[in-house]
Nanobody
Framework: QVQLAEAGGGSVQAGGALRLSCAASGYTNTRICMAWFRQAPGNEREGVATFDSVGRASYADSVKGRFTISKANAKNTLYLQMNSLKPEDPAMYYC??????????????????WGQGTQVTVTS
């Protein structure tokens, strides 16, 4: 069973930075997609950044140029570096993984495995 565990959330002033991490375990298929989603109260869960099955990164327009997705394969860990945080960025951030290679960035239904989430707060 695939397990994902996020860490690194917290409170930061607007303009500041945070790095989220997601430790992954239990998967045998390495040709999968991994992604970060976020969900603010009252909003739909939205895709933030995705690695497809061949390692190409894609980003939501709202975070392009500010957020960077990366991974350390040796550690089975996914990261999200968030710079220049804005008041509209606070949310619960979730790590997600697909079952196989077939995924579309931002499409929740393509991701079968989810972490428990880590909260990000931005103060002005």
């Amino acid at each position: 069973q695939v397990q994902l565990a996020e860490a690194g959330g917290g409170s930061v002033q607007a303009g500041g930075a945070l790095r989220l991490s997601c430790a992954a375990s239990g998967y045998t298929n390495t040709r999968i997609c991994m992604a970060w989603f976020r969900q603010a109260p009252g909003n739909e869960r939205e895709g933030v950044a995705t690695f497809d099955s061949v390692g190409r990164a894609s980003y939501a327009d709202s975070v392009k140029g500010r957020f960077t997705i990366s991974k350390a394969n040796a550690k089975n860990t996914l990261y999200l570096q968030m710079n220049s945080l804005k008041p509209e960025d606070p949310a619960m951030y979730y790590c997600a993984a697909s079952r196989n290679w077939d995924c579309r960035p931002g499409r929740k239904a393509d991701f079968a495995y989810w972490g428990q989430g880590t909260q990000v707060t931005v103060t002005s």
